[in-house]
């Protein structure tokens, strides 16, 4: 059991723990529950339960997404539309770049794009 209040109160401690630190949470836990308040124990709270939050369409449409902005990026460095200095995006880069390398097919062969040597 768990004391708090000074040691007045006897009651169970949530269970959960940190990812980061490793250490409990010192919270009380709800009544007839093992989680506190701010973990799951009282209704509407914690984290929710969601599932296909993150699909194989989803994360494909990301993946076509990320390779049109890497596209647009090559072809602004390309054109030396971005100060010497500056750096490319952060983050994870496209796993495919089927979109983006039939819109550079599209572009060079309007003239408007080319590599540069």
Known sequence: MYKTLGGRVECVQCDAKSKRS????????????????????????????????????????????????????????????FAPESTRTRGPKPKSSAGALDTLVHLSSLGIWSVKD
């Open 22 to 81: 490793g250490e409990r949470c010192r919270a009380p836990a709800v009544k007839n529950k093992t989680k506190c308040r701010f973990h799951g124990g009282a209704k509407g709270s914690g984290r929710p339960i969601t599932h296909g939050r993150e699909t194989r369409a989803s994360r494909i449409e990301a993946s076509k997404a990320k390779a049109r902005i890497r596209a647009l990026e090559d072809i602004g460095f390309n054109i030396d539309m």
